[in-house]
């Protein structure tokens, strides 16, 4: 049980962190296409 349990808060914290870096990616993508956008109208 306890083994199961190690594995589970194992894989719960990739997916976490899977997610964090997911997020983490979109914001940086949309902020570097405004900033591109940005620096064409100059």
Same mark, same amino acid.
């Given at each position: 049980?306890?083994?199961?349990?190690?594995?589970?808060?194992?894989?719960?914290?990739?997916v976490?962190y899977? *997610?964090? *870096?997911?997020i983490?990616? #979109? $914001? *940086?993508? #949309? $902020?570097?296409?405004?900033?591109?956008?940005?620096?064409?109208?100059?």
């Amino acid at each position: 049980m306890l083994f199961y349990y190690k594995n589970g808060k194992k894989v719960l914290n990739k997916v976490l962190y899977n *997610i964090k *870096i997911t997020i983490f990616a #979109s $914001e *940086i993508k #949309s $902020e570097s296409l405004y900033g591109w956008k940005d620096f064409k109208h100059v």
